[in-house]
């Protein structure tokens, strides 16, 4: 199986480019929904606070690759040749998923202004308040691991300027051309 897994800092691009390659036939996993799905098993609403509150205590109680084991239980039951992971976090999730099969990580860069600008369109429940809250949760993220998976990524694609439908085709261009390789 060939994982492709994306990393990047909240509103880069993640999902954007993870949902270009669902569109193109690829299963994909969302890490975020474990961590918001557990926030409502807690009784809690999922917004920027609670998920950021229970992603690090997930992580505090069971390891950097906490939410990636979770993960890979569903990667497990997979029949498919390629599979998304949409949202890692850290590079021990990435050694996680290298136990179900070949990783390529891609990392997707935004600058902060961009990101803060995505994410506050995109009004999805933990969206950040603020530009204080949302540099919060830079440095929340960078603190769990996340510029070590972006600095040991395979490759690395800007979301800077490009419309999204530009950008899903360079993200499918790239990962078809990993497919091609892997096959």
């Avoid at 009784?43 to 505090?60: H, Q």
């Avoid at 691991?145 to 990524?153: N, T």
Wanted: hydrophobic share 40%; net charge positive; proline share 3%.
């Amino acid at each position: 199986m060939l994982i492709v897994a994306i990393t990047g800092m909240p509103g880069a691009g993640k999902s954007t480019a993870a949902k270009a390659l669902e569109a193109r036939g690829f299963k994909r996993i969302v890490m975020g929904d474990v961590i918001r799905e557990e926030t409502r098993k807690r009784g809690l609403e999922p917004d920027e606070k609670n998920t950021g509150k229970v992603m690090l205590e997930l992580r505090e109680k069971y390891g950097p690759g906490a939410v990636a084991e979770v993960c890979l239980l569903t990667l497990k039951t997979m029949k498919e040749d390629v599979v998304v992971v949409d949202g890692v976090r850290s590079y021990a999730e990435v050694e996680v998923f290298a136990r179900a099969g070949k990783v390529k990580l891609l990392a997707i860069h935004a600058s902060r202004d961009r990101r803060f600008r995505l994410l506050t369109e995109r009004a999805r429940s933990d969206a950040p308040a603020s530009r204080a809250t949302f540099d919060d949760r830079d440095k929340r993220e960078i603190s769990i691991g996340v510029g070590s998976a972006v600095a040991l990524a395979d490759e690395s694609i800007s979301n800077e300027q490009s419309m999204p439908e530009e950008f899903g085709r360079r993200v499918v261009g790239l990962v078809e051309s990993w497919v091609a390789s892997a096959g």
